[in-house]
């Protein structure tokens, strides 16, 4: 069985720019969660899709959007790139119930410069 | 608020002995936590997770504990090896079903 999977894996920006990530999940999961981790740093939660709707958004402004698609696949968008931005993109996905196990993707790597 | 604090932030331990990692949660809801191993550059993986219906679980060398009451849980890992070494991270779930990740700790093997 595939696990989840993320393109691009790395990805090099200037400031002002707009980027969008890609996920797609585990077969059979329906919903996908979207973390920022700076390096070094721990991982903060950034969007919730379930069923193709946004279910829950962290602390992060308005540039950082995202949609999921019919077949379960969700696109990370960053708008007016800063350079704090600079980050791993982490995609997870789950089936089922709140008391599931999230399952990570690989990350994509975003150099702002 | 929505809080998990995780201690220490790094651990070194000699191989074979024991290591223990805590985790306090915010929210008395909270009834799912599991733990993740993070290798430098890799994924996070769940290497286990512990649902609030038990006080413990186990898997070979790992066992994870929750104390409801304290709202506390913590990551045992016995007889150490080099490949333990990497970042953990605890996460609690809260009612609106996101998980709520610690700020990691790197731990680290000497051999």
């Known amino acids: 069985e595939a696990g989840v999977t993320q393109s691009p894996t790395h990805l090099i920006k200037t400031r002002g720019q707009q980027v969008t990530l890609r996920c797609s999940p585990i077969?059979?999961?329906?919903?996908v969660y979207w973390y920022q981790q700076a390096l070094g740093l721990g991982l903060q939660f950034l969007l919730w899709y379930d069923e193709g709707e946004e279910r829950n958004r962290g602390n992060f402004p308005p540039r950082f959007s995202g949609r999921q698609f019919p077949n379960y696949s969700s696109e990370l968008n960053v708008n007016a790139l800063e350079l704090e931005d600079s980050a791993l993109y982490l995609c997870?996905?789950?089936?089922?119930?709140?008391?599931?196990?999230?399952?990570f993707g690989d990350g994509t790597r975003l150099s702002i410069l | 608020g929505e809080n998990v604090e995780q201690h220490p932030s790094t651990l070194s331990v000699q191989e074979g002995d024991s290591a223990v990692i805590k985790c306090t949660y915010s929210d008395s809801a909270s009834n799912y936590f599991p733990w993740y191993k993070q290798e430098l550059g890799k994924r996070p993986q769940l290497i286990i997770d512990?649902?609030?219906?038990?006080g413990e679980k186990k898997d070979q060398r790992i066992a994870v504990t929750l104390n409801k009451t304290a709202k506390h849980f913590s990551l045992h890992i016995t007889e150490t090896q080099p490949e333990d070494s990497a970042v953990y991270f605890c996460?609690?779930?809260?009612?609106?079903?996101?998980?709520?990740f610690g700020t990691g700790t790197r731990l680290t093997i000497i051999p």
């Open positions: 996460a609690a779930n809260f009612g609106n079903e996101k998980l709520t």
């Open positions: 997870a996905s789950r089936e089922g119930g709140a008391r599931q196990p999230q399952h």
């Open positions: 077969s059979g999961h329906t919903s």
């Open positions: 512990i649902r609030s219906n038990v």
